[in-house]
Each structure stands twice: as structure tokens, then as C-alpha cells.
């Protein structure tokens, strides 16, 4: 039996986890849901969901993981001191893995229109013009999916080490420099001035608005990539601790 892949530094870990969670999802999803709810006021509800739910059941997911070394199904079943129970946990990962199967085909799709507009853009600055790139069309979106779906294929045949975490190391503080170019970007667009108050002054009369607590709790789950087992597959590939003996 081989040995079972390790991520091999802190850094890496925590890039490849990042990866997971600052995705398009996110990108495309947490500013929509800031217009909808009050702007300031998601914002701080969402910080508050995010450190008081959110990052308990983090962390819960990260020490099964570790812990039982295993996937999601594997881990949750071992978790159980008695058949019944072990077999609801079973259950319980299993509906997590087939969540994540719909996850990524949501993000094939998604992924397949960015690189189809990538090339397109690429093309632009040659001088050249070709509008299928970003007409929608079944063709387009099959074809530019099976590019996404082999590009991924590529980084995960690589391992833990030699492919997430190499990727992510090299991918994620490019996608970090791009955001914060987003960011100078639109800041000097005409209404940026606006948009800045409404995101940073919150009004606190839509603070305890139920729309905005399920959709600011669902978001701060969503950041962080929980309740389906992601993290806790992440964690089982951090090393075991080290035990010092005198």
C-alpha cells in the first residue's frame, strides 16, 4: 500500500484550504449578497456568523479529519461507537460527497466561461475578434468544461504535495494580487465613492432581518467550504503532530 499523500508545509495547507473557499462562488456570490441585505449590515452580520458558527465547525472538520485520516464517508463511520451509528455517518458523508459531485459541476460550468473569456480577451489584445468565445451556446460550455475538467484532472493525478498544494502556492497569491487590482480598479470608477459607504456604514435597523441572518449564515458556511466534508478531507492530509517524550 502506498503511503497516504501529506501536505508538506503550513503555508501550503493553508493556500490549498484558501483555494477551496476564495473561489468564483465567492467572488461572484458575496458581493451580490451585500446588495441584497443592507450592504455594511451583511457585512458585519456575516464576520459575526462567521467567527461564532462558522469556525467552530472549521475546526471540528479539520480534527476529524486529522484524526481519522480517511474521507468523509470513512471518517464520519468511524466516529461511531455502534453500528446504528456508524451507519448514520456513513449516510452523513456519503450526502456530503454527492453534494461536492453537484459543486463541481456547478463550478465546471462557471470555470468553463472564464477560460472561454480569457481566450477571448487574449484574442482582443492581438487584434482578433471571435464572438463564439463568449456567445452562450451548449458547444462552448461542453467544450471549454472538458478543458476545465482535464486541467483539474492534471493538478489533482499530481498528489496532495506535488499537485494541490504546488498550484496553490504559485495560484493563490496571483489570484490575491488580481482581487486587490479589482479592488484600485473599481475604486476609482464613477459611484465608487457611494459604493464604498454602503459596504462599509452599516444600517443596524436591518442588523436582526431573517433574510439577512440566513443568507449571511449560509455565506459564512459557504466561505469556508463546511458541511460537506471538504475541510475534513483537507485535514486528513495535515501531518500528525509529533509526540516529544522525556
Not at 159 to 185: C, D, H, K
Not at 199 to 219: C, H, K, N, T, W
Not at 228 to 242: D, E, P, Q, R, W
Amino acid at each position: 500500500m502506498s503511503a497516504r499523500g501529506e501536505f508538506s508545509s503550513r503555508i501550503g495547507f493553508v493556500l490549498a484550504a484558501a483555494g477551496s473557499a476564495v473561489g468564483l462562488g465567492n467572488i461572484w456570490g458575496f458581493p451580490t449578497k451585500v446588495a441584497e441585505n443592507g450592504g455594511a449590515a451583511f457585512v458585519l452580520v456575516y464576520l459575526i456568523m462567521a467567527f461564532v458558527l462558522a469556525y467552530p465547525v472549521l475546526m471540528a472538520e479539520l480534527i476529524i479529519g486529522r484524526a481519522k485520516r480517511a474521507n468523509m464517508v470513512d471518517a464520519l463511520g468511524q466516529i461511531g461507537e455502534s453500528g446504528v451509528k456508524q451507519t448514520l455517518g456513513r449516510f452523513t458523508g456519503s450526502i456530503g460527497a454527492i453534494t461536492v459531485v453537484l459543486i463541481l459541476s456547478f463550478y465546471a460550468i462557471v470555470a468553463g466561461w472564464m477560460i472561454a473569456f480569457f481566450f477571448d480577451a487574449l484574442f482582443s489584445v492581438i487584434g482578433q475578434n471571435i464572438p463564439w468565445l463568449t456567445e452562450f451556446s451548449n458547444a462552448r460550455n461542453a467544450i471549454f468544461m472538458a478543458v476545465f475538467v482535464g486541467l483539474t484532472a492534471v493538478v489533482v493525478s499530481g498528489g496532495v504535495s506535488q499537485g494541490i498544494e504546488r498550484w496553490s502556492v504559485r495560484l493563490m497569491p496571483t489570484l490575491f494580487a488580481i482581487i486587490i487590482a479589482l479592488i484600485i480598479y473599481v475604486s476609482f470608477q464613477d459611484g465608487a465613492l457611494e459604493g464604498w459607504k454602503v459596504y462599509l456604514l452599516p444600517d443596524f435597523s436591518r442588523v436582526m432581518d431573517a433574510e439577512l441572518l440566513i443568507d449571511a449564515m449560509g455565506q459564512a458556511f459557504f466561505s469556508m467550504s463546511l458541511g460537506v466534508g471538504t475541510m475534513l478531507v483537507y485535514g486528513s492530509y495535515i501531518k500528525k503532530a509529533k509526540v516529544y517524550r522525556n
